[in-house]
């Protein structure tokens, strides 16, 4: 089946440095791409929808200038933390559908998720 | 985007059938069904999807009544390896974000 990537799995960082996650596709292609966040024991949210070519759109109340998301080619995504605080420390988990489908209501896949530290 | 409800959490028991039923009142003519599973510190996994009526996979089985506003997840046989959240979503076009409500933990004991 398709398979989403993620990495790292997990990153620690010093509060006020930068971090970067990658989000592969690797037997599809994804014109758009989704960023969520979790907390403990918390459902997932969505951050923002990263689209291929053209600015990622955010949800209300994110941040796009901390959350930077490139999503420079069709297999790849890349949620940039900036000036990383201790209260960005969470769960980020990307997603994908295959964009070779031209109907509604087909599976989305989902990376294995990066562990965010910030000390 | 239509919202959906479901139970905070059930317990069972291995070998027994779970059920797990989902509101989701305003859901659209275009509108799926569709359930996933996550477990802890692991990306959600797909488990099945359905418009209308019966669907079943080699995992589960979806019941969805004519009225679609509701629909029901069945897992046969359960294992303690099924201990996991199971999120209830409705999806619309390919494309279309995927909102996560709250799911349901679903605990398996021996």
């Known amino acids: 089946g398709a398979v989403v990537s993620q990495h790292p799995s997990w990153v620690i960082c010093k509060s006020g440095t930068s971090v970067k996650i990658e989000c592969r596709s690797l037997?599809?292609?994804?014109?758009?791409m989704f960023w969520y966040r979790q907390f403990p024991k918390q459902s997932l949210m969505l951050m923002a929808t990263?689209?291929?070519?053209?600015?990622?759109?955010?949800e209300q109340g994110v941040e796009k200038d901390k959350f930077l998301i490139n999503h420079a080619s069709l297999t790849l995504s890349t949620l940039t933390v900036t000036s990383a605080h201790p209260e960005d420390s969470s769960f980020y988990i990307c997603?994908?559908?295959?964009?070779?489908?031209?109907?509604?209501?087909?599976?989305?896949?989902f990376g294995q998720g990066t562990r965010l530290t910030v000390v | 985007l239509a919202k959906t409800t479901q139970p905070i959490s059930m317990d069972s028991y291995e070998g027994q059938e779970v059920n797990i039923t989902c509101s989701h009142n305003n859901i659209a003519t275009n509108d799926y069904i569709t359930w996933y599973q996550q477990f802890p510190s692991q990306g959600p996994r797909f488990i099945i999807q359905g418009y209308k009526t019966k669907v079943t996979n080699e995992v589960a089985s979806l019941f969805i009544p004519a009225d679609r506003k509701s629909s029901t997840l069945s897992l046969p046989r359960v294992s303690l390896s099924d201990t996991a959240v199971y999120y209830c979503l409705v999806v619309g076009a390919a494309g279309n974000k995927l909102t996560f409500g709250g799911g349901t933990r679903v605990l398996v004991k021996p």
């Open positions: 990263s689209n291929e070519g053209s600015k990622a759109t955010y």
């Open positions: 997603s994908a559908r295959d964009s070779g489908y031209g109907t509604g209501g087909i599976e989305a896949f």
């Open positions: 037997d599809f292609q994804a014109t758009t």
